[in-house]
C-alpha cells in the first residue's frame, strides 16, 4: 500500500490548501475527513485540495468531499480540487462529482474561485 500523507497550510483569505499523497480509501479516508473536520471546528471553510499525488482514490475516499460540500457551501466556502491524475478525475467523473466540484489545473485558478 502507498505511503499515505495530507499536509495543509492556510493560504491568503483564509483558503486551506490540502495536499493528499498516496491511495485515499476506505483505509485512509477518515484521516482526511478529520483534517476538514478540524479546520469547520476554527470556521474555515475554503479548502483546494490538491490531488496530484494521489494515485487511486476509492468511493470512501471520494465521499469525505461529498459529505463535507454541503457544510462549506452553507458557510460561504468550496471546495476546489487541483490537478487530479487521470484515474482519479475519472473516479470523479464516474460519481457525478466532475458536476458538484470545480476542478482545477493551477493553483492559480483555484484561488480565482474564491475571490
Known sequence: MADFKINSQKLQNN????NVKG??????YGELEQAINDFFGQHLYKFIVDLSQVDYISSAGAGVFIGAIGLSQE?????????PKPNVK????????????TIANSMESALKVFK
Open 23 to 28: 491511495f485515499l480509501d476506505a483505509y485512509t
Open 75 to 83: 458557510n460561504g466556502g468550496n471546495i476546489v480540487i487541483i490537478r
Open 90 to 101: 475519472e473516479v470523479f467523473d464516474l460519481l457525478g462529482l466532475s458536476q458538484i466540484f
Open 15 to 18: 483558503v486551506i490548501l490540502i
